[in-house]
């Protein structure tokens, strides 16, 4: 009897873990797309286009970058689609303004 109910305590522990490493990795790449939309809008802020190409090599892959410049701020949304196998798919997104700099 005891080692049924181990094996169950086992594998409901490795579960747990499993699902805790997995939303480590949503805040992980939370935190990725918020910093590459602050690095971006800070470069078109500036109108620096190659700093904002290089800035936009530090998104996460397959993350889809979306500027927008209109008025007077820059508005950038890093936004990439996290999957847990073939179970779930979660779209985690970060985005960041900036006032664009007087030239």
Do not use: Y
């Not at 490493?21 to 949503?26: K, P, R, S, T, V």
């Not at 936004?79 to 179970?87: I, K, Q, R």
């Amino acid at each position: 009897m005891v080692t049924a109910e181990l094996a169950i305590g086992i594998l409901s522990a490795t579960m747990v873990a499993v699902c805790l490493a997995w939303a480590i990795n949503l805040l992980v790449v939370h935190t990725e797309c918020a910093d590459a939309a602050a690095q971006i809008a800070r470069a078109e802020s500036r109108g620096d286009a190659p700093a904002s190409t290089q800035a936009k090599g530090h998104a996460p892959s397959g993350a889809d970058i979306k500027v927008d410049a209109t008025g007077s701020q820059v508005v950038v949304t890093v936004g990439v689609a996290v999957s847990f196998g073939h179970f779930i798919s979660v779209d985690v997104s970060g985005s960041a303004t900036m006032p664009k700099e007087i030239q």
